[in-house]
């Protein structure tokens, strides 16, 4: 029987960790995800979350072992009408022997300050369990989606003659032409992060090894008409034969598209590849444009989950960093018992043409007209969720007749929320 004691939140020390530091970082994250990192991919890894604010809780001053561990990487994340910066939360985690002592609420508590002076108004994550960050005033924003459809249940509703041509690429190729179809795809989607070039040459292009896992090398296909780029997708395939003959299942690790064609004439190639029985594909919209293509929507058989945690850090700078549908004024009772600046009564007025209006925002006494939490705020904030599904759920209260209705159309975006990058 363990005789360990319970740790205060400030017996741990919270520090920078630095490049040398790495290694003991990452030997947490492995205990704690119970996975194995080869030294090829802490390689990769490090090329890419490298220069991440790494932060390690020691036990003392001058410790070596961390015993948990953060990172946030430096992004600018998509909102309505523009972009803001936002700390990219990831690699957090805590020994298994040491749960349960303070130490994530103290990394959490660092790591948000941090964010705060450094300007960034935000703070978003891919939640491990969404239990953990709720705590810390992490709103579920935006939603996740999953599919596996058998190619004999692929036909389109609305057949349509092909246009333009997929072709692949191979890796070197596919950095020139990939990477601008992704930006545009980022510029209006609510939700999409930028991404490094060390991002690209290490993460989504590239094709090691020990990232196949069993499964074919990577291919990337690209749909262009006239020469020019409108999507792409890049595929693992998984080799499964019996004596009936191929049942392979082909991976789809990424697919973006900016036109209805692209979409369409893309996704036909995928569901043609020879030998394919089934098709999977993880991080897609939800609603899935899909649904309303296939003559069996149900086929498609497409699984909903939670996608992007967005953290209100600034409360202010948050709300005036994106752009709103209409010209209102709502006054809002913020709880936010861990960030506690962003806590109190705030008063949003919007100004200026429909889905380019413009917020102020400053206390007031007012009476409020809709009360709620930080989290809450943050979910309805790239306009993906709306405040009276919130209410429905008994997470908003709603103060004055009506104020949740105009929330709706205040906050709505015209693009739902999306994030294709895992970190």
Same mark, same amino acid.
């Given at each position: 029987?363990?005789?360990?004691?319970?740790?205060?939140?400030?017996?741990?020390?919270?520090?920078?960790?630095?490049?040398?530091?790495?290694?003991?970082?990452?030997?947490?994250?492995?205990?704690?995800?119970?996975?194995?990192?080869?030294?090829?991919?802490?390689?990769?890894?490090?090329?890419?979350?490298?220069?991440?604010?790494?932060?390690?809780?020691?036990?003392?001053?001058?410790?070596?072992?961390?015993?948990?561990?953060?990172?946030?990487?430096?992004?600018?994340?998509?909102?309505?009408?523009?972009?803001?910066?936002?700390?990219?939360?990831?690699?957090?985690?805590?020994?298994?022997?040491?749960?349960?002592?303070?130490?994530?609420?103290?990394?959490?508590?660092?790591?948000?300050?941090?964010?705060?002076?450094?300007?960034?108004?935000?703070?978003?994550?891919?939640?491990?369990?969404?239990?953990?960050?709720?705590?810390?005033?992490?709103?579920?924003?935006?939603?996740?989606?999953?599919?596996?459809?058998?190619?004999?249940?692929?036909?389109?509703?609305?057949?349509?003659?092909?246009?333009?041509?997929?072709?692949?690429?191979?890796?070197?190729?596919?950095?020139?032409?990939?990477?601008?179809?992704?930006?545009?795809?980022?510029?209006?989607?609510?939700?999409?992060?930028?991404?490094?070039?060390?991002?690209?040459?290490?993460?989504?292009?590239?094709?090691?090894?020990?990232?196949?896992?069993?499964?074919?090398?990577?291919?990337?296909?690209?749909?262009?008409?006239?020469?020019?780029?409108?999507?792409?997708?890049?595929?693992?395939?998984?080799?499964?034969?019996?004596?009936?003959?191929?049942?392979?299942?082909?991976? $789809?690790?990424?697919?973006?598209?900016?036109?209805?064609?692209?979409?369409?004439?893309?996704?036909?190639?995928?569901?043609?590849?020879?030998?394919?029985?089934? $098709?999977?594909?993880?991080?897609?919209?939800?609603?899935?444009?899909?649904?309303?293509?296939?003559?069996?929507?149900?086929?498609?058989?497409?699984?909903?989950?939670?996608?992007?945690?967005?953290?209100?850090?600034?409360?202010?700078?948050?709300?005036?960093?994106?752009?709103?549908?209409?010209?209102?004024?709502?006054?809002?009772?913020?709880?936010?018992?861990?960030?506690?600046?962003?806590?109190?009564?705030?008063?949003?007025?919007?100004?200026?043409?429909?889905?380019?209006?413009?917020?102020?925002?400053?206390?007031?006494?007012?009476?409020?007209?809709?009360?709620?939490?930080?989290?809450?705020?943050?979910?309805?904030?790239?306009?993906?969720?709306?405040?009276?599904?919130?209410?429905?759920?008994?997470?908003?209260?709603?103060?004055?007749?009506?104020?949740?209705?105009?929330?709706?159309?205040?906050?709505?975006?015209?693009?739902?929320?999306?994030?294709?990058?895992?970190?």
């Amino acid at each position: 029987m363990s005789t360990t004691t319970k740790r205060a939140t400030s017996a741990w020390h919270i520090r920078d960790a630095g490049t040398d530091e790495m290694r003991a970082c990452l030997a947490v994250i492995q205990a704690a995800f119970a996975e194995e990192v080869s030294d090829a991919e802490y390689d990769d890894w490090l090329k890419v979350f490298g220069d991440g604010r790494w932060i390690g809780a020691y036990e003392t001053e001058d410790g070596t072992e961390a015993r948990g561990c953060a990172a946030a990487l430096t992004f600018r994340l998509t909102v309505p009408g523009g972009e803001v910066p936002a700390a990219g939360v990831t690699a957090v985690a805590v020994r298994p022997d040491f749960h349960r002592r303070g130490i994530l609420r103290a990394l959490m508590r660092h790591q948000l300050e941090d964010v705060r002076q450094r300007g960034e108004p935000l703070a978003v994550l891919w939640a491990s369990e969404g239990v953990i960050y709720q705590r810390f005033g992490y709103g579920l924003a935006a939603m996740d989606g999953h599919f596996e459809v058998e190619t004999l249940r692929t036909a389109y509703t609305r057949p349509a003659a092909a246009e333009g041509r997929v072709r692949l690429v191979d890796e070197e190729g596919s950095a020139t032409v990939i990477p601008p179809v992704y930006d545009a795809m980022r510029q209006v989607t609510p939700g999409a992060v930028s991404r490094s070039d060390a991002w690209w040459r290490h993460g989504p292009l590239s094709d090691p090894a020990y990232s196949r896992r069993g499964s074919s090398p990577k291919y990337r296909a690209v749909y262009e008409v006239g020469g020019a780029a409108e999507g792409y997708a890049i595929y693992r395939i998984k080799d499964d034969w019996d004596h009936r003959g191929p049942r392979n299942r082909l991976e $789809v690790k990424e697919a973006v598209t900016l036109t209805p064609r692209a979409l369409r004439e893309l996704w036909r190639f995928l569901f043609e590849v020879d030998l394919v029985r089934t $098709v999977k594909a993880d991080r897609v919209p939800v609603p899935n444009p899909l649904q309303q293509i296939l003559a069996e929507p149900r086929a498609l058989g497409l699984i909903a989950g939670d996608g992007l945690w967005v953290r209100l850090v600034d409360l202010p700078a948050a709300l005036t960093g994106r752009r709103y549908t209409t010209a209102d004024s709502l006054a809002l009772e913020v709880a936010d018992d861990f960030c506690p600046w962003n806590a109190g009564r705030w008063r949003i007025t919007t100004t200026g043409e429909p889905w380019a209006a413009v917020a102020q925002i400053e206390r007031t006494e007012s009476v409020p007209d809709l009360v709620l939490d930080t989290a809450d705020l943050a979910a309805i904030y790239l306009g993906g969720i709306r405040p009276t599904e919130l209410a429905a759920a008994g997470r908003i209260e709603e103060r004055t007749p009506g104020a949740l209705r105009r929330a709706d159309v205040l906050f709505a975006a015209d693009r739902t929320p999306w994030c294709v990058s895992m970190f």
